[in-house]
T-cell receptor
Framework: EDKVVQSPLSLVVHEGDTVTLNCSYE??????LLWYKQEKKAPTFLFML????IEKKSGRLSSILDKKELFSILNITATQTGDSAIYLC???????????FGKGTKLSVIP | DVKVTQSSRYLVKRTGEKVFLECVQD?????MFWYRQDPGLGLRLIYF???????EKGDIPEGYSVSREKKERFSLILESASTNQTSMYLC?????????????FGSGTQLSVL
């Protein structure tokens, strides 16, 4: 059975802090790992990672994949209150259409 | 701009009622999905459809059915709602042959079954 595990499940930081969110996976026929951000409404796509060691970056957010150790991290630098959200990690499993999601990390950034 | 629209943001129903959750996408996507999201459990796939009139069970199909009569519309049906179906329901879509990297999600329907 495919598995995606995120840690921590929740995190409270102050504005300006740097945070690291973790995602480990056990997926048959691994193809990619995805990160989504969910505020009050629909999850929105952040990154897709397919290759080890290649950092993906978007502003203050960055992510990297380690296919040997089967994990990914999402870094957020200089956090802002607008970064408060649930961050979801997911991976396509053996079936082409099915994404397996982790339980999410709830990040709260306080002023 | 791409859009996945779920008909209701909040819904309150009684135990035993038949419930329809509607989802419409305007992107001509072939694949559509229904997930439920619960605290501590994350997103779990209920059903998906890769074409009109086609459907496949996800991880937790029990107590649900779906209907896809038109390409743009995917309905989730709770034949007889129960309290354990109180949840956030998210609809999503992707184009054909996408490997689900960019699921486009609707805003969700928070269903409460009393």
């Amino acid at each position: 059975e495919d598995k995606v595990v995120q840690s921590p499940l929740s995190l409270v930081v102050h504005e300006g802090d740097t945070v690291t969110l973790n995602c480990s996976y056990e997926v048959t026929n691994f193809r990619s790992l995805l990160w989504y951000k969910q505020e009050k409404k629909a999850p929105t796509f952040l990154f897709m990672l397919t290759s080890s060691g290649i950092e993906k970056k978007s502003g203050r957010l960055s992510s990297i994949l380690d296919k040997k150790e089967l994990f990914s991290i999402l870094n957020i630098t200089a956090t802002q209150t607008g970064d408060s959200a649930i961050y979801l990690c997911a991976a396509p499993g053996a079936g082409s259409y099915q994404l397996t999601f982790g339980k999410g990390t709830k990040l709260s950034v306080i002023p | 701009d791409v859009k996945v629209t779920q008909s209701s943001r909040y819904l309150v129903k009684r135990t035993g009622e038949k419930v329809f959750l509607e989802c419409v996408q305007d992107m001509d996507h072939e694949n559509m999905f229904w997930y439920r999201q619960d605290p501590g459990l994350g997103l779990r796939l209920i059903y998906f459809s890769y074409d009109v009139k086609m459907k496949e069970k996800g991880d937790i199909p029990e107590g649900y059915s779906v209907s896809r009569e038109k390409k743009e519309r995917f309905s989730l049906i709770l034949e007889s709602a129960s309290t354990n179906q109180t949840s956030m329901y998210l609809c999503a879509s992707t184009p054909w042959r996408a490997t689900n990297e960019k699921l486009f999600f609707g805003s969700g329907t928070q269903l409460s079954v009393l």
